[in-house]
């Protein structure tokens, strides 16, 4: 089965800060995706990349970076962490049908 | 405003019983559909796909699309407590694009 390892599983950073974080598959898929999860909002793209090494903006894209620097690993960078960015995100991967196979979630938290 | 809708917000149904879960889009170009469920805890993961107008059935699940309409629907017979979860309905231009998700509709089966 596909396999999507997420990472830390949760966190909690201080308003300001710089949070990481990170994504491996061993799928061997090209496409890969952030989503972030709120109640009422379902899950919301915030970037996704389809090669190493070039990324592109989702619908969401605001306060977020995103680096791609080999197919396996996929990272998200907040650099100035803020309280609304207190979520569950979520890191997945695709098939060649567009099906995606998600990680497990981060939950962070912004204090 | 979000361009997959999703009713009702919550469902719950008896178990043996049948849930019924509704999709609309706002948005005409989407042609590609998915369910997807996602436990407490976990991951969403991915259900069923439709693409073609009318029903698709795997197991206890039947899918039903009405691209004129923009309109899917999920049904699940014999639910069962494990069928318990929140469901996304998911939609994308085409097998490339990256797919939108809804709000979701958290479903319990009582026992």
């Known amino acids: 089965e596909a396999a999507v390892t997420q990472s830390p599983r949760s966190k909690v950073a201080v308003t300001g800060g710089k949070v990481t974080l990170s994504c491996h598959q061993t799928?061997?898929?090209?496409?890969m995706y952030w989503y972030r999860q709120d109640t009422g909002h379902g899950l919301r793209l915030i970037h996704y990349?389809?090669?190493?090494?070039?990324?592109e903006k989702g619908d969401i894209p605001d306060g977020y970076k995103a680096s791609r620097p080999s197919q396996e690993n996929f990272s998200l960078i907040l650099e100035l962490a803020s309280l609304s960015q207190t979520a569950v995100y979520f890191c997945?991967?695709?098939?060649?049908?567009?099906?995606?196979?998600f990680g497990a979630g981060t939950r962070l938290s912004v204090l | 405003q979000q361009k997959v809708q999703q009713s009702p917000e919550s469902l719950s149904v008896p178990e043996g019983g049948m849930a019924s879960l509704n999709c609309t889009s706002s948005?005409?170009?989407?042609?590609y559909f998915w369910w997807y469920r996602q436990h407490s805890g976990e991951g969403p993961k991915a259900l069923m796909?439709?693409?073609?107008?009318g029903d698709k059935k795997e197991g206890r699940f039947t899918a039903h699309l009405n691209k004129a309409s923009l309109h899917v629907s999920l049904h699940i017979r014999d639910s069962q407590p494990s069928d318990s979860a929140l469901y996304f309905c998911?939609?994308?231009?085409?097998?490339?694009?990256?797919?939108?998700f809804g709000a979701g509709t958290k479903l319990t089966v009582k026992p």
């Open positions: 997945a991967s695709r098939t060649g049908q567009n099906t995606l196979y």
């Open positions: 799928n061997n898929h090209d496409y």
């Open positions: 990349s389809y090669v190493a090494d070039s990324t």
């Open positions: 948005d005409r170009n989407f042609q």
């Open positions: 796909s439709i693409f073609s107008d």
């Open positions: 998911a939609a994308s231009f085409n097998n490339n694009n990256a797919p939108r």
